[in-house]
């Protein structure tokens, strides 16, 4: 059990305008132990979302007020906090916007309640802080705090400054920090770090292009290599 038993019982808040669709989704994860708060609208959302600190948002993309892309991208402005969107909106094009936007996942309408569930849980699984006494990763001038799940760049008077990262980044960065110089491939890259999304090659490349531009503004210059025709290595500087 591990210390599960010591932990508080994850919120989702689920933000949905259909009040079938929402009473579904709540009952669903009610039974699967969790504890549920229900949003009807864009700004209904966003002030649940401060008010209450979620674990996990379970949110549609088609909302009054505020489509969900906007509620998402107000979140990812001040939290890593994982979101799965909704949609009915099942082509690439939505699909890879949301991701560069840091949604963790995507389900698509009409959707099987259960496997709504299973998402959830293995999203809150990969999100949550790992049970380590030394959990901080130092790669170059990167520092990973995996407790905190956040990461920090020194700058030339040795001083710590937050990156600002997507929960995804976050991950793809841990996860080439914990094994520097290791090439890996897209598809490792997705079954380690997006394991539940659908997500195809190009996001992956989305993500660390983005990431990239990042570690190369906070002066920790182009980390991230690329080798062509496998993937992805981080190569610290000499």
């Not at 996001?203 to 990431?211: A, E």
Request: glycine share 6%; hydrophobic share 45%.
């Amino acid at each position: 059990m591990h210390n599960d038993a010591h932990r508080p019982v994850p919120l989702v808040l689920v933000v949905e305008d259909e009040p079938g669709i929402a009473d579904i989704l709540l009952a669903y994860l009610k039974r699967d132990g969790l504890r549920t708060h229900h949003a009807a609208s864009g700004p209904a959302a966003l002030q649940l979302f401060r008010q209450l600190r979620p674990d996990l948002v379970l949110l549609d993309i088609r909302l009054p007020g505020a489509d969900g892309v906007d509620v998402l991208r107000d979140i990812r402005a001040e939290s890593l906090t994982p979101v799965i969107m909704v949609t009915a909106m099942t082509d690439d094009v939505d699909k890879l916007l949301g991701l560069r936007m840091g949604a963790d996942d995507y389900i698509a309408k009409p959707f099987n309640p259960a496997e709504v569930v299973a998402r959830v849980r293995a999203v809150l699984r990969r999100s949550s802080p790992v049970d380590t006494a030394i959990a901080t990763i130092r790669v170059g001038r990167i520092e990973i705090d995996e407790t905190a799940h956040a990461a920090s760049a020194y700058d030339e008077a040795g001083v710590a400054q937050p990156l600002a990262l997507t929960l995804t980044e976050y991950r793809l960065l841990a996860h080439l920090a914990r094994q520097p110089r290791r090439c890996f491939s897209r598809a490792e890259l997705i079954t380690a770090c997006m394991p539940e999304s659908d997500a195809l090659d190009r996001v992956v490349d989305s993500h660390l292009s983005k990431l990239r531009r990042k570690l190369q503004l906070a002066g920790c210059g182009d980390l991230i290599e690329t080798v062509r025709g496998i993937g992805y290595r981080l190569w610290p500087e000499s």
